[in-house]
């Protein structure tokens, strides 16, 4: 084989391997791809058929029911606009309550039920997941505002009670 052919050999290679590479490495990123999506598109048939994804709205009041004797929890996730009904078998956040922002992972049932793996809970009263918010605004514009409201900023903290330490 002449030096030529073997250069020529050996670039081939390398050009082949990346190739290998590059596919590998896209085919296990997309297959780790969480997609999110809020209740209305899930209702209007955007979500693909069998794949998992992040659901996100808010937790309607009063339709929170626990499965007596089991961690089996059934809730439903609003937009304001459309409703999806969740079953959730776990413990859930301490900040999980109904009225209150959450994201939860799964994949639906034939049936319209969301079943959730993980259910992820806001972390104080002023925050939102920012893809729930953006998803609630582009809906529903400033008028659900107050349900998406982030801290404002200039906004005067809460005082604290005077201190007696001093006396």
Do not use: C, W
């Amino acid at each position: 084989m002449t030096p030529r052919r073997r250069r020529m050999a050996l670039v081939l290679g390398i050009v082949g391997g990346v190739s290998i590479a590059g596919a590998l490495a896209l085919s296990a990123f997309r297959q780790n791809v969480t997609f999110f999506f809020d209740p209305t598109q899930v209702v209007t048939g955007e979500v693909p058929a069998g794949e998992r994804f992040r659901l996100g709205g808010m937790v309607t009041q009063g339709s929170l029911h626990r499965a007596p004797g089991s961690l089996e929890v059934r809730f439903v996730v609003t937009d304001f606009s459309h409703d999806v009904p969740v079953s959730y078998t776990g413990v859930l956040p301490d900040l999980f309550r109904e009225g209150a922002g959450v994201v939860a992972h799964g994949h639906m049932r034939p049936d319209g039920t969301f079943v959730a793996d993980e259910v992820l809970a806001k972390h104080d009263e002023k925050y939102m997941p920012p893809a729930v918010a953006r998803s609630l605004k582009r809906r529903h514009g400033q008028s659900r505002a107050d349900a998406t409201a982030a801290p404002t900023p200039g906004a005067p903290a809460p005082r604290a009670p005077p201190s007696s330490a001093g006396t």
